[in-house]
């Protein structure tokens, strides 16, 4: 019988919301936007004011919230990694694909939650490097190659 990886999680803002998911059966674990930093003309870092440890054997990926779309705001590397042994806070960056410089958006974004957390299972693996690969019947097919 196994049982559910612990999730720890310590906030670094003064009665801040702790993350939480919206039902008990939802996947993600929604974080809410703290404070932000303008990294350039279109990325902004948002602090989550989250850092996390998590269980052996797991890992934590952070996704953006699907009603993201309704902003001009799109996680800038799509999906992050926490790998296990981080023990820093989580910063989420998002580009901005909106009209001015974005930082009025951006701050109306603080105190909403931006993105969730997905706890997953790490699975360990050996690399080989070899010379050459099996042959399949799609081969070298790319994008598209198995049909529209």
């Not at 919230?65 to 926490?82: C, E, P």
């Not at 490097?129 to 042959?135: A, H, R």
């Amino acid at each position: 019988m196994s049982s559910n990886p612990l999730l720890k999680i310590c906030t670094h803002f003064e009665g801040m919301p702790v993350p939480s998911r919206g039902h008990q059966t939802d996947a993600g674990i929604d974080i809410t936007a703290m404070a932000v930093e303008q990294k350039n003309h279109s990325v902004f870092l948002f602090d989550s004011g989250i850092s996390i440890q998590i269980s052996d054997g797991y890992y934590v990926e952070v996704v953006p919230r699907s009603s993201i779309i309704k902003t001009d705001f799109h996680m800038a590397n799509s999906l992050g990694v926490i790998d296990p042994d981080y023990r820093g806070r989580i910063l989420l960056p998002f580009r901005y694909i909106g009209k001015g410089n974005g930082i009025q958006s951006a701050e109306g974004l603080l105190k909403q939650r931006i993105a969730q957390m997905l706890v997953r299972k790490l699975e360990p693996c050996s690399i080989e490097v070899v010379d050459s690969l099996e042959d399949t019947v799609r081969g070298l097919g790319g994008f598209g190659s198995t049909g529209q």
